[in-house]
């Protein structure tokens, strides 16, 4: 793995929102056969302050760093999923099962930090009845029964802008309460219900004017 | 539109970072036919202090605030837009035309910011020739002597996290600047290279801890 990443992260206040970081670069790290590591080497990869990913680490799991060599990756990695609940699957679906929602329905990483992307919902017949790997699509007016009865609490919103509020609407009135919105509409939704907005050419926009300033300096 | 957005934005701490923000959002109020939008509504949509915003666009922009009316929005967005050189289209390019290749190719938002997602780069042999709307898919073998030719300094990374960072070394090699990662792989690039990574499953999980722990408040 590379040793150090130059990317600034997200400010990120609490250790319910490292966490998954943690199990991210644990998993990584696993993968690529690292039997041991400290919390030093998991600061800096994350640009985090060694102390915080000590005190994190040892409020989420029962694992013990030991001297020198630091903690011990696969038991870490195993006490991280359970506290995450990343053995028990959430389940999401999603609307619009354009280009982009087909990317989410046959994305398997989602899987990997126990979110089941269910299903996707959309009104063109020709995708109705079809599948993406083994997620159905289903038609729009199914969407209501189908997020009551299943108890769905997210949704993916993949519809175009100018639908996306209607989307989001019945969204809510299903009982969702946290929505992953990639159309640019800034949405209306209950005090109660999360929003976070994926806007992919804003981001990539912003990294382009960093570049900028940066070339200027 | 909508009327007050719940989410929280990531800080943004310079008007660099803020500016392509009102850019959007002005854009999405001209489309919608709105013809003046006061400095606090703006702040208010966007959770930026009203005071900020009228400094942000008194800095760039020639337009005044009219009392008690605001902006009017259509020679705002054409001075910001200048401001920001979306006028002038930048270029990147695209290495990996899978399904999240293919939805970043035939995304219309880029060129709306100014960006120009000019080609796209596979080793496979069914893809090579074949084009995404008019932007085309080159062998990999081709990227370099293009990347240099076109002066590109914007690359994407599309591909499996396994050779992500081989991707990210020929863009470094060919004087890109600014990587935009997907793969979920943490590249190593020399300091002057700027690297913002989008794991839209990390993205999801995150999402999903920050709706179980207003759950549980």
Not at 8 to 14: C, F, P, Y
Not at 97 to 126: C, K, M, Q
Not at 159 to 172: I, R
Request: hydrophobic fraction near 40%.
């Amino acid at each position: 793995m590379a040793k150090k990443q130059k990317t600034s992260l997200v400010v990120m206040t609490s250790s319910r929102s490292r966490l998954p970081l943690y199990y991210s670069l644990l998993r990584q790290l696993d993968q690529e056969g690292v039997k041991t590591v400290s919390s030093a080497t998991i600061a800096d990869y994350l640009n985090i302050n060694p102390v915080l990913v000590r005190k994190d680490l040892s409020g989420a799991t029962h694992v013990c760093g030991m001297p020198k060599r630091g903690f011990e990756v696969s038991p870490l990695l195993a006490d991280l999923k359970g506290y995450l609940g990343y053995d028990k699957q959430d389940e999401a679906f999603l609307v619009g099962v354009g280009n982009l929602g087909h990317t989410l329905l046959s994305n398997r990483g989602f899987e990997d930090l126990g979110i089941n992307i269910v299903a996707g919902f959309d009104n063109n017949p020709a995708l109705i009845g079809e599948k993406v790997g083994d997620k159905p699509i289903l038609p729009m007016d199914k969407m209501d029964e189908f997020v009551r009865r299943m108890g769905l609490r997210i949704g993916i919103i993949t519809v175009p802008s100018a639908c996306a509020q209607e989307v989001c609407d019945n969204m809510v009135s299903c009982g969702v309460k946290a929505i992953w919105n990639f159309s640019f509409t800034m949405l209306n939704v209950p005090e109660d219900v999360l929003v976070k907005n994926e806007n992919l050419p804003m981001s990539l926009a912003l990294l382009l004017q960093q570049m900028k300033s940066n070339t200027e300096q």
